[in-house]
């Protein structure tokens, strides 16, 4: 028998109150990346940077700067969420496995999330062909030099790898605990995720979605973002410096 306070706090997480949901529903909102976002562009905007060059083209400074600053304003929200809620941010998003041993598995699953892509893609050619409405990638105009490559390279690896995991970790913990489950949470994040990279195409969209699921599901399994943080830095950095290699 468990002691009468012990099981009251049990049955607290299992049942959270509404206001408890109210409250984890409003972190997860903030924390989506759409506010944080809306609120650096207008600063950004205000201070004379431009999404687009003349020629309409993406302009690489502002992308830069708004992912960079995006993430830090990201990642502290969190920090600031789980303080008042008194976790742990290593407890909560790393667990209790080895982070070197997951950060080894995350290499392991660099290929995986390729052939994954290839094989959603592949699908999608086959069945909808008309899903593929984006010929250029609007990310390209950002790497149009060597130089571009290398930072864009750094950012994709600090903003996707980093920040995505966190943000990842985070909303699928906050759906766990007062939001309806894990698998609740990685099918509505996943959503949000592909929704997040439709200027690049409808197929590239769904198969974001799939790769954030995949990504979110090692997450849900393993307890620990380190697999798949690694694994999306690997795959991002490795996307660059295809246009590296190759041009």
């Not at 830069?64 to 407890?91: P, Y």
């Not at 893609?121 to 984006?134: C, S």
């Not at 949000?192 to 849900?220: K, P, S």
Request: proline fraction near 5%; include cysteine.
């Amino acid at each position: 028998m468990l002691p009468e306070d012990t099981a009251q706090a049990v049955a607290a997480r299992h049942h959270p109150l509404p206001i408890e949901r109210a409250a984890a529903a409003l972190e997860v909102l903030l924390c989506s990346g759409l506010p944080t976002q809306l609120v650096i562009i207008t600063v950004l905007s205000t201070a004379g940077l431009r999404p687009q060059l003349p020629d309409g083209r993406l302009s690489a400074p502002f992308i830069f700067t708004l992912t960079l600053l995006d993430t830090a304003l990201l990642v502290g929200l969190i920090l600031f969420f789980m303080r008042a809620h008194r976790e742990s941010f290593r407890e909560a998003l790393f667990g209790t496995r080895p982070i070197l041993i997951e950060s080894l598995y995350g290499i392991l699953l660099i290929p995986a999330s390729f052939m994954l892509v290839i094989l959603v893609l592949g699908f999608l050619q086959l069945l909808a062909p008309g899903l593929r409405n984006v010929p250029h990638n609007p990310l390209q105009d950002v790497m149009r030099t060597r130089l571009q490559a290398i930072l864009f390279a750094a950012v994709v690896m600090i903003a996707g790898g980093v920040r995505e995991e966190i943000q990842r970790g985070f909303v699928l913990r906050r759906f766990q605990q007062y939001l309806g489950g894990g698998f609740v949470g990685l099918v509505a994040f996943s959503a949000a995720f592909g929704l997040g990279h439709l200027e690049q195409g409808h197929d590239v969209a769904l198969a974001t979605a799939a790769l954030g699921a995949f990504w979110g599901a090692i997450f849900l399994v393993r307890r620990s973002i380190a697999a798949p943080m690694v694994a999306h830095a690997g795959f991002n950095l490795s996307q660059v410096a295809k246009f590296l290699i190759i041009g």
